[in-house]
T-cell receptor, first 113, second 113 residues
Framework: GNSVTQMEGPVTLSEEAFLTINCTYT??????LFWYVQYPGEGLQLLLK?????DKGSNKGFEATYRKETTSFHLEKGSVQVSDSAVYFC????????????FGDGTTLTVKP | KAGVTQTPRYLIKTRGQQVTLSCSPI?????VSWYQQTPGQGLQFLFE???????NKGNFPGRFSGRQFSNSRSEMNVSTLELGDSALYLC????????????FGPGTRLTVT
């Protein structure tokens, strides 16, 4: 079955530091890959996506590249802000399991001023 | 366009009772999925409905059930509540075609005492 493994948190960074959150996946087909963000007391928000190998998703300064050869989709941001503090989830979905996303365990990011 | 709405936002129930949660998807979305989020288990898929039919189901006991109406609104029901059912229940909607990203509601926080 499908699975997603994220780097364990929590991650604490100073403002303007570089962020990487590692994500690797296992899937039988050709999944679409996603990063979602969850702020306290809220649901998940789609941050970015990539639907095929070598695609780069980007949004709000965050980027992730779909690497089929390493089955990875690492999240990066060049300069984090205090407002980026949240929980980040890597996820995948594929045609054979439409409507059923598989999520990683989430990585809590805290950015200190 | 209005986002996914869930009602109620908070709920306190007693063991043995039953509960019904409601979800209204984004206009035009035909797929509605439900997830349970807990600190220990993370995000777990409950089921997904597409055009009033259950298309996918997770590994939850039969006490958890759902349905979808012709206007795509969905409800989930949990009967004979247990303490372990305390969780944030998230609803997500999507078009249901080949675009698999999901849009989440704010969730219903269920506490079972």
């Amino acid at each position: 079955g499908n699975s997603v493994t994220q780097m364990e948190g929590p991650v604490t960074l100073s403002e303007e530091a570089f962020l990487t959150i590692n994500c690797t996946y296992t899937a039988t087909g050709y999944p679409s890959l996603f990063w979602y963000v969850q702020y306290p007391g809220e649901g998940l928000q789609l941050l970015l996506k990539a639907t095929k190998a070598d695609d780069k998703g980007s949004n709000k300064g965050f980027e992730a590249t779909y690497r089929k050869e390493t089955t990875s989709f690492h999240l990066e941001k060049g300069s984090v802000q205090v407002s980026d503090s949240a929980v980040y989830f890597c996820a995948l979905s594929d045609r054979s399991n439409a409507g059923k996303s598989t999520f990683g365990d989430g990585t809590t990011l805290t950015v200190k001023p | 366009k209005a986002g996914v709405t869930q009602t109620p936002r908070y709920l306190i129930k007693t063991r043995g009772q039953q509960v019904t949660l409601s979800c209204s998807p984004i206009s035009g979305h035909r797929s509605v999925s439900w997830y349970q989020q807990t600190p220990g288990q993370g995000l777990q898929f409950l089921f997904e409905y597409f055009s009033e039919t259950q298309r996918n189901k997770g590994n939850f006991p039969g006490r958890f059930s759902g349905r979808q109406f012709s206007n795509s609104r969905s409800e989930m029901n949990v009967s004979t509540l247990e303490l372990g059912d305390s969780a944030l229940y998230l609803c997500a909607s999507s078009f249901g075609g080949e675009s698999y990203e999901q849009y989440f509601g704010p969730g219903t926080r269920l506490t079972v005492t």
